[in-house]
């Protein structure tokens, strides 16, 4: 295991500095996070925050499909309204246009700002192995990881370090971070030592896992 996977795993309570947090006082950004939330700045997301955020996600991909459903319909009935019918589709087809859309949602999302809709609503930010912006081929890989292999999730209820099988595989994390970073991606000061990562806010009710 090497420690810059550890390295995510920084006490925030003790001072060790955890790679993905910042020193800079507090501007805009950091005021408008929850003054118990900002303890787990940079530590990696548990089960039921990612879960939130891919619901979200997962009903936006829907709501695509839906509209996209729709505007095929719109066009049939204005190329001929007397003979309109509803285009008739299954579900094997539904699932293949879904699965398209919600693979080019995760891959342009984690390739430009490092997160979705619902990542942003949750305050995660999806990283690299270093702790910066995932460049798009990697994007596109984890995005095809995860449509394809979603179950692949749940792997963070058993993981000490909170990792689905996408990131132990692709060597991604999942973190929380609600600041923006108008520079782009950063590259993380790697601590020498780690502790025990702080519980995970809202109702997860899980200690952070001690690297293994």
Same mark, same amino acid.
Request: glycine share 10%; with cysteine; hydrophobic share 45%.
């Given at each position: 295991?090497?420690?810059?996977?550890?390295?995510?795993?920084?006490?925030?309570?003790?001072?060790?500095?955890?790679?993905?947090?910042?020193?800079?006082?507090?501007?805009?950004?950091?005021?408008?996070?929850?003054?118990?939330?900002?303890?787990?700045?940079?530590?990696?997301?548990?089960?039921? =925050?990612?879960?939130?955020? $891919?619901?979200?996600?997962?009903? !936006?991909?829907? +709501? *695509?499909?839906?509209? @996209? &459903?729709?505007?095929?319909?719109?066009?049939?009935?204005?190329?001929?309204?007397?003979?309109? =019918?509803?285009?008739?589709? $299954?579900?094997?087809?539904?699932? !293949?246009?879904? +699965? *398209?859309?919600?693979? @080019? &949602?995760?891959?342009?999302?984690?390739?430009?700002?490092?997160?979705?809709?619902?990542?942003?609503?949750?305050?995660?930010?999806?990283?690299?192995?270093?702790?910066?912006?995932?460049?798009?081929?990697?994007? @596109?890989?984890?995005?095809?990881?995860?449509?394809?292999?979603?179950?692949?999730?749940?792997?963070?209820?058993?993981?000490?370090?909170?990792?689905?099988?996408?990131?132990?595989?692709?060597?991604?994390?999942?973190?929380?971070?609600?600041?923006?970073?108008?520079?782009?991606?950063?590259?993380?000061?790697?601590?020498?030592?780690?502790?025990?990562?702080?519980?995970?806010?809202?109702?997860?009710?899980?200690?952070?896992?001690?690297?293994?």
């Amino acid at each position: 295991m090497s420690a810059t996977d550890d390295s995510l795993n920084a006490d925030a309570t003790t001072g060790r500095r955890s790679p993905w947090r910042t020193d800079r006082p507090a501007g805009d950004a950091m005021n408008a996070v929850p003054a118990e939330a900002r303890p787990f700045q940079g530590h990696r997301a548990g089960i039921v =925050t990612k879960s939130v955020a $891919n619901s979200v996600d997962l009903g !936006l991909t829907i +709501g *695509a499909v839906v509209a @996209l &459903y729709l505007g095929w319909a719109a066009v049939l009935f204005l190329v001929n309204p007397r003979a309109f =019918t509803f285009p008739q589709t $299954n579900f094997a087809v539904m699932l !293949l246009v879904g +699965g *398209a859309i919600m693979t @080019l &949602y995760f891959w342009v999302s984690w390739a430009t700002v490092g997160r979705t809709y619902g990542d942003h609503l949750l305050g995660l930010r999806v990283v690299g192995w270093r702790g910066n912006r995932m460049r798009w081929l990697p994007a @596109l890989v984890r995005a095809m990881f995860c449509v394809v292999f979603m179950i692949g999730l749940f792997w963070t209820v058993v993981s000490r370090q909170n990792r689905s099988i996408q990131d132990v595989v692709l060597r991604t994390s999942v973190i929380y971070d609600w600041e923006v970073h108008p520079g782009g991606p950063r590259h993380p000061e790697v601590p020498n030592e780690f502790a025990e990562s702080p519980a995970e806010p809202g109702s997860d009710g899980q200690a952070g896992r001690q690297p293994g």
